[in-house]
């Protein structure tokens, strides 16, 4: 099963909270990172030695000899990854969504693919506050590159021994979260009682409205600001299975690199309530399924 832990924008605790799940869970889980852009979840955990491998997408390459300049490529190609100019074809490899459509159109048979790299993908193991090991996998985008749901689809794509995935999402509503939350058994919404923090989070919700997952929101700071999280969630009939208080000991613990279950108790007693109501959700799920 899986959970993704996402959050309508930056700032939330979004990724906070998905470490201090996955050291809290009584039962063995694999984290990953989906912020391909920044993943930062190990920085937090005790974690061991790891391998890396390098991640490649195939993009088009135009043998010149070859090509006529027709432009049945550049007219197909919908993403603007080919473009005809004059009689040659110039290719733009970041905006190459690797369909292999435009080898399949060309009628001189002048495309053909080369491997392009875009990332990495990390694996290794941290050790949980009962003393397990388990699986911890993040994926980092190249400097540069343009599109983070390629690599979020190859992280996915492995499969761990844990029963039970936790991904911790990109914020906001794009691509990169869409890609992030796709097929979960439940999504978790980390927000905060701010107008900005209200805006982002409705628009998140929409998106997963459209995509028909289950949402349940936890809200963090929650003693701050005007309840306007909170206030959305009651529009949107989204529960609210908790509420962590602001505690400037937390700041002062995350900004020394420690994570925050480790030195604030009334922290850690807010996120173990909210394992036990992810847990209740999980088996009320399996129960209905079954």
């Known amino acids: 099963m899986t959970i993704t832990v996402a959050s309508g924008k930056g700032g939330t605790g979004k990724t906070t909270i998905a470490t201090a799940l996955a050291m809290l869970w009584p039962e063995p889980v694999a984290l990953l ?3 391909v852009e920044e993943p930062n ?12 491998r390098e991640v490649f997408l195939p993009v088009p ?30 290719t733009f490899p970041n905006l190459c969504h690797s369909c292999g459509a435009c080898m399949m159109v060309c009628p001189e048979g002048a495309i053909s693919e080369k491997p392009s790299f875009i990332g990495t993908i990390d694996s290794a193991q941290f050790r949980a506050l009962d003393g397990s090991l388990r699986t911890h996998r993040w994926g980092t985008l190249k400097l540069g590159a343009a599109m983070a749901p390629p690599l979020i689809r190859e992280l996915r794509r492995e499969k761990d021994k844990e029963p039970l995935q936790l991904i911790d999402s990109p914020p906001g509503a ?16 980390v927000a905060e009682n701010t107008p900005f923090g209200a805006h982002d989070l409705e628009k998140a919700i929409s998106t997963l409205e459209e995509m028909d ?40 613990s995350y900004a020394r690199g ?25 088996q009320t799920s399996i129960e209905q399924k079954t």
Not at 42 to 49: G, I
Not at 221 to 230: P, V
Not at 259 to 272: G, M, N, S, T
């Open 33 to 35: 990172d989906a912020d």
């Open 174 to 189: 794009s691509c990169p979260m869409a890609n992030a939350v796709k097929n979960a058994d439940l999504v978790l919404m």
């Open 213 to 252: 997952l289950p949402v349940l929101a936890l809200i963090n700071r929650a003693d701050l600001g005007g309840g306007e999280a909170e206030a959305v969630c009651r529009r949107k009939g989204i529960d609210i299975i908790g509420r962590v208080p602001f505690d400037r000991k937390v700041a002062e």
């Open 61 to 90: 390459q135009i043998d010149e000899a070859i090509c006529t300049g027709c432009g049945a490529c550049s007219s197909f190609c919908r993403y603007g990854a080919l473009v005809r100019i004059g009689k040659k074809v110039m």
């Open 258 to 282: 420690v994570h925050p279950i480790l030195e604030v108790p009334a922290f850690r007693q807010a996120v173990e309530q909210v394992v036990g109501h992810l847990i209740a959700f999980l």
């Open 41 to 52: 979840c190990r920085f937090f955990l005790d974690t061991t030695e790891g391998k890396q």
